[in-house]
């Protein structure tokens, strides 16, 4: 498919880059410079800037064994020839004794609005050797200042040709090759006017190969009416507005763009000439993504076609500029929010869009009890995955709100239907017009494996008790030490209810609620995905769990998978991602669409739209759980490399993250297991070798012995610096 990014390309020519100078970066010196978490700026439609004291983010290289900072120094300037000359007319840094590379604070001044700045930084490393300056880079102030505001990209507009173009009968039948929200432009002749042209967009084609003008549930399908002038011209399709997806609460297209719709699928009918494919250009809408940042491939065909469906998902439903459920609604929900920032931040470097989505939720939360509280999980994971705390410590009293600890009773449970949900606990959560109810699961008629709702839910109280521990962080980093106590304590007694309450002795799992025997899958996989459950009962729990099979939504999979690989049951994990039953990202791919769905398939949601972000899990699971790479304290300082591939026989992926890309490859054979590594510098990671049952093991560290220590299935390696390393764990009889 021919593709052509008007904004990519053209608005985004001047990307965060300086004009009038070279674009060459010194070697050796700091690049993937970001100013809020953004790294490009336009021209024509510039990413603007709102705070008075942004946040500097940059990487370092992977080319250098163990480079470590140690100080850096920055300087911004609002005139770039006193910045060539090193001088930072607005702030330098000096400097500065410290690591910190990711949300590094402007300190004694403020910025002005509408003035375009530049900055460039330095650093020494370990040995006190100073680096050269990074290539300097600019960024642009709004009309108005803040003291935190977050920024977002404009959208993109891609122009794209058809992968292919066929004539049915009278009709022309052209195929994007996959679902877009999108516009259409055509170029059409007419030797005398008036011709009457018929265009069809749509997401399926029915039996016969034509596109389905009687689409099931809320895939789409619409006609338009062309009636063409003399001569040749260029026409753009007006796209009708939904009545639903345009209602009060949804996220509009803004007027610089339009209205979109999705389509794969494009017909013509009425036209009197040759139509080639160059004639139609499909204008795909989407948030700033970068195509190459990330990559996946295994031995296993069926995993890959399911990351590139998950992947590409994350592009293709980013068309408002905010996180929405698909094309029906358009509305944000925290559970789509919290499945899509992981799976985004798996795939590109890219954290406005996420952050902008769970700051927008905070203020315009949506009903379930349980998806409250996924706030602070969100806002945990920001953090995490940025190491800017700038969005956490402004709405931390929002944050502590949505733990939900004021439906707090004797019981030491939470529940929405013990008398203490009144106006001022629903007014501290920003909840209007609505009152807050369980789901565990949507929809709740297919989807809940009989989950039998009672005051006390276990998956509530399982979502409160991650929000308790995670506050008790969010605390800590904030210095709230008092704080950081309280939930702390908060989160023990809320465990210690949920042991009692909600375990059952006799079967060693955990049932739905107070007051019933009912033990779903729900009730077990987020227990164990969220921290509940004690280690000698993991067994019988995982036991319980493999028994139901994908007994939940495309929601609970992320739940239930996260559960799985924690439990360090890769095998089951991977057959989940890879089954073929009706309950799998494979089914999505059987039936034709190229978007995560809403739901498994069209008869557990007959209503579901085809392009649903909160179905693409496997983004994270497969870069998180299976290849294992994770972050373990803010702004990846320091990560986890724990593969868990299963019976693959090899599997490479590179990840994006805020201080550089991340690159493993992993090949496994029946008596070794080889790791190639390339780490970012000012990272570390913390390794860990599959063990087989062999009780002796060698581990080779760049063709060295090394020193390793034993972690229950797991041979650990615990620090390993930046640059490229080869380790190789030899099995023993």
């Known amino acids: 498919m021919k593709k052509k990014s008007i904004i990519s390309a053209f608005l985004l020519s001047i990307l965060y880059m300086v004009p009038g100078r070279a674009q060459n970066t010194p070697v050796g010196s700091p690049v993937g410079l970001m100013c809020d978490l953004v790294s490009a700026t336009v021209d024509v439609r510039p990413v603007l800037i709102f705070n008075k004291t942004p946040a500097f983010s940059w990487e370092l290289s992977a080319e250098k064994k163990g480079l470590v900072q140690i100080a850096y120094q920055l300087l911004v300037s609002d005139d770039l020839e006193e910045l060539n000359r090193d001088v930072g007319k607005v702030w330098d840094s000096g400097k500065i004794m410290s690591s910190l590379s990711a949300g590094v604070l402007l300190k004694n001044t403020t910025l002005k609005p509408n003035t375009r ?7 020494w490393d370990s040995q006190k050797a100073a680096s050269p300056y990074s290539r300097a880079v600019s ?3 709004g009309d108005t200042l803040s003291a935190y505001k977050n920024p977002s990209y404009p959208l993109q507009i891609t122009e794209q040709q058809p992968v292919s173009l066929k004539a049915i009968g009278k009709i022309y039948q052209a195929d994007f090759g996959k679902d877009a929200f999108a516009q259409l432009k055509l170029q059409l002749s007419s030797t005398f006017g008036g011709d009457t042209v018929f265009v069809r967009l749509g997401e399926i084609l029915d039996k016969d190969g034509n596109i389905d003008r009687k689409p099931p549930g809320k895939i789409r399908y619409a006609q338009y009416v062309l009636v063409l002038q003399k001569g040749t011209h260029t ?14 609460a949804a996220i509009k297209m803004p007027a610089y763009v339009g209205e979109v719709t999705p389509y794969r699928y494009c017909e013509i009918e009425g036209y009197k000439q040759q139509i080639q494919k160059e004639l139609l250009t499909r204008l795909f809408v989407h948030y700033k993504f970068d195509d190459e940042g990330s990559s996946f491939h295994s031995s296993d065909s069926t995993l890959n076609a399911i990351w590139d469906l998950c992947k590409y998902s994350i592009k293709a439903t980013s068309f408002t500029g905010m996180y929405v459920d698909g094309d029906r609604e358009r509305i944000p929900y925290e559970a789509d929010a919290y499945i899509n920032q992981l799976s985004h931040y798996a795939v590109d470097k890219e954290f406005t869009i996420a952050r902008n989505s769970h700051e927008y939720l905070i203020t315009h939360p949506t009903w379930p009890t349980e998806w409250n509280l996924q706030s602070v999980l969100i806002a945990w994971n920001d953090y995490l995955y940025t190491g800017d705390i700038r969005s956490v410590a402004h709405y931390y009293k ?10 707090t009773d004797s019981t030491g449970l939470i529940s929405t239907l013990n008398g203490l949900l009144n106006d001022d606990v629903k007014a501290s959560i920003h ?12 929809p709740r008629n297919t989807e809940t494996d009989g989950f039998v ?6 998956v509530v109280n399982a979502f409160h008790y991650r929000a308790l521990v995670l506050m008790e962080q969010i605390a800590k980093q904030l210095g709230k030490t008092s704080d950081a106590h309280m939930y702390r304590k908060s989160a023990a007694n809320v465990k210690a209810a949920f042991q009692k309450m909600f375990f059952d002795p006799a079967r060693n799992i955990f049932v739905d609620g107070i007051g019933t025997d009912h033990a779903s899958l729900h009730a077990n996989a987020f227990a164990l995905a969220l921290g509940l459950v004690n280690d000698q009962h993991k067994n019988s729990v995982m036991a319980f769990i493999r028994s139901k099979g994908m007994a939940c939504s495309v929601y609970g999979s992320q739940f239930l998978l996260d559960g799985v690989y924690d439990a360090c049951d890769g095998d089951y994990g991977l057959s989940l991602l890879t089954s073929k039953t009706d309950r799998s990202w494979f089914n999505m791919i059987k039936v034709g669409s190229t978007i995560t769905l809403e739901a498994w398939d069209n008869k557990y949601k007959p209503n579901q739209d085809w392009n649903h972000a909160w179905g693409a899990a496997p983004a994270n699971i497969i870069s998180r759980k299976l290849m294992g790479i994770e972050p373990i304290t803010p702004g990846w300082t320091r990560f986890s490399i724990k593969p868990q591939i299963g019976s693959l026989e090899h599997a490479r992926i590179t990840v994006p993250t805020v201080k550089g890309k ?7 054979r029946k008596d070794s297991f080889t790791m190639d590594v390339e780490i970012p510098g000012n990272t570390s990671a913390q390794v860990s070798l599959p063990l087989k049952n062999e009780s002796r093991y060698e581990v080779l560290l760049d063709g060295s012995p090394v020193k390793t220590s034993r972690e229950n299935q797991t041979v650990l390696v615990d620090y390993l610096g930046s640059g490229k390393h080869t380790l190789h764990i030899v099995y023993k009889k």
């Open 431 to 442: 909840l209007k017009d609505a009152t807050l109810k369980d789901i565990v699961d949507w």
């Open 235 to 248: 026409y753009k399709l007006s796209i009708y507005k939904d009545n639903i997806n345009t209602r009060p």
């Open 453 to 458: 709702f009672t005051k006390y839910n276990a």
């Open 117 to 123: 700045y530049y900055w460039k930084v330095k650093i």
């Open 139 to 141: 960024f642009l102030t």
């Open 398 to 407: 929002d944050l502590q709100a949505k733990t939900l600890l004021s439906l």
């Open 662 to 668: 991340i690159k493993v490859a992993y090949v496994q």
